[in-house]
């Protein structure tokens, strides 16, 4: 079984992240790791090909040449090679560019695929668009928020909680399977498994090499447009009350102009 996981280094959510005078995020300006949810997505992938002989897990990135570290990562944690699609021209790619993108990148992956996973949602972008919409463009079907997976010859199960209880989704190989939180705990990378992670293959793709077109790429080509960003503005100072035996009463009348009481 050959399964593709697509995972993405993100800024470090304990990080300060800036955003460029082109409104696209200033990726250098903070720590970048393996987004947590592409962990938990490398490790369903880990015990679905340790729960079949023979099975090889592959990780596929879009993103610049730090990218790699986010790779390495998943190759320490057990995946056996990866795949970095890497090209200045994806620069500030929106999501259908992206989707499209990958899609691509997919079709060159050694061996094909016969399962997909993915994160729900990145914690940088936050749309959780980009597995249903890969799905859609490979012409297979998409099993999302998955928190249980489980493979029966060429049938792959999802559990799935929702608001209303639990559903259960059911589709045929090759499938997009996009994992949420509760699905796993990823497992610690050993000592062995990082050293292991340096000598596994990592085949680089240009745009060229995975087949994709330009215009449909890239910050000229987004449908989207940041018309004007700005930084947080820091905190004000809170209203000091001096107690002068009427404190409670200055409270009270400082929540009530706050409509809290």
């Known amino acids: ?21 082109d409104g696209i995020l200033d990726r250098e300006a903070s720590d970048a790791v393996l987004d947590e949810i592409n962990e938990r ?36 944690m057990g995946a056996d090679k990866a795949v970095h699609l890497s ?44 597995p249903a919409m890969v799905a859609e463009l490979l012409g297979i ?7 249980e997976v489980s493979i029966e010859g060429g049938t792959v199960n999802v559990t799935r909680a929702t608001d209303d209880g639990i559903t259960k989704l059911t589709a045929q190989l090759p499938a997009v399977i996009s994992v949420n939180e509760k699905i796993n705990e990823p497992r610690y990378p050993s000592f062995k498994g990082i050293m292991a992670a340096k000598k596994k293959p990592v085949t680089t793709l240009s745009i060229a090499d995975a087949g994709i077109d330009a215009s449909e790429v890239g910050l000229a080509s987004a449908l989207s447009t940041v ?11 809170g209203e000091k009350i001096e107690d002068e035996g009427d404190g409670g009463t200055k409270i009270a009348q400082f929540l009530a102009a706050q409509k809290l009481i």
């Not at 090209?87 to 259908?96: H, K, M, P």
């Not at 989707?99 to 695929?113: C, N, P, W």
């Not at 700005?230 to 100072?237: G, H, Q």
């Open 227 to 237: 018309t004007s960003a700005a930084p947080k503005p820091p905190k004000s100072a």
């Open 141 to 147: 079907p998409a099993l999302t928020h998955a928190q």
């Open 87 to 130: 090209d200045e021209a994806l620069a500030g790619t929106d999501y259908i560019g992206t989707a499209k993108a990958l899609a691509k990148a997919l079709g060159k992956v050694e061996g094909g695929y016969d399962v997909i996973f993915a994160g729900n949602e990145a914690s940088d972008g936050r749309g959780g668009a980009i």
């Open 1 to 21: 079984m050959n399964i593709v996981v697509l995972v993405k280094q993100v800024p470090d959510t304990y990080s300060e992240r800036k955003l460029n005078s």
């Open 41 to 76: 997505a490398v490790e369903a992938a880990l015990q679905l090909k340790e729960a079949n002989d023979g099975s090889e897990v592959t990780v596929l990135t879009m993103g610049p040449d730090r990218a790699t570290d986010a790779i390495r990562k998943a190759l320490s």
